[in-house]
């Protein structure tokens, strides 16, 4: 079975606080995502990376960073923590190829108060 | 990507089949169909994927029109542990590393 972990469930920060989210994939996959999934508005892309070192914009990059030294490991990184950053962030890998399978780590929720 | 139209919500007995349907009327001939669910408060689980064919596996049943303009996912014998929102997505592969699109989706409700 595919596995994708990520560091917490639920955490809580204060305004301005650094933040680290980890994802960790089993499964040798070159493709990681992150997301994060608010009411109304759901899954957005932050950033994703398809090898080690490399990353791409996604969508709304703005306030976050990534960092991916291993295959399987993939970080993000709220440098200066914001309440509009309060959400659901989940964490993805996909196989490569023509209908390829993306799974996704349980999520965190992350609380900026 | 094409655009997926689910109807908002669905009610289903407990043991019976659930048929989740799904539009995806601009589907172009390289687009496969994807289901997830998401459980509340979890991450999305996949569920299965075609591109024409039909598609069974241990979760489900998917059921592609032969001019792939809309699809049907089973769940053959519903459980209270199916109750989720239900997502319909088409997608090219390699689009931002194959970043999938979210839509409204189904709220599927099993009921004993």
């Known amino acids: 079975d595919v596995k994708v972990t990520q560091s917490s469930r639920y955490l809580v920060k204060r305004t301005g606080e650094k933040v680290f989210l980890e994802c960790v994939q089993d499964?040798?996959?070159?493709?990681m995502f992150w997301y994060r999934q608010d009411p109304g508005l759901g899954l957005r892309l932050i950033y994703f990376?398809?090898?080690?070192?490399?990353?791409e914009k996604g969508d709304i990059p703005e306030g976050y960073s990534v960092s991916r030294e291993k295959k399987e490991r993939f970080s993000l990184i709220l440098e200066s923590a914001s309440t509009n950053q309060t959400s659901m962030y989940l964490c993805?890998?996909?196989?490569?190829?023509?209908?390829?399978?993306?799974?996704f780590g349980p999520g965190t929720r992350l609380l900026v108060l | 990507d094409a655009k997926t139209t689910q109807p908002p919500s669905m009610d289903c007995a407990e043991g019976r089949a659930a048929n989740l349907p799904c539009n995806h009327s601009?589907?172009?001939?390289?687009?496969?169909v994807y289901w997830y669910r998401q459980i509340h408060s979890q991450g999305p689980q996949y569920i299965i994927h075609?591109?024409?064919n039909n598609e069974t596996n241990e979760m489900a049943s998917l059921i592609i029109t032969e001019d792939r303009k809309s699809s049907t996912l089973i769940l053959p014998h519903a459980t209270l542990r199916d109750t989720a929102v239900y997502y319909c997505i088409v997608r090219v592969s390699y689009n931002q590393g194959g970043k999938l699109i979210f839509g409204q989706g189904t709220e599927l409700s099993v009921k004993p």
């Open positions: 601009t589907i172009s001939g390289n687009e496969y």
């Open positions: 075609g591109l024409k």
């Open positions: 993805a890998s996909t196989t490569l190829g023509r209908g390829g399978t993306q799974y």
């Open positions: 499964m040798d996959h070159e493709n």
């Open positions: 990376s398809y090898d080690v070192k490399m990353k």
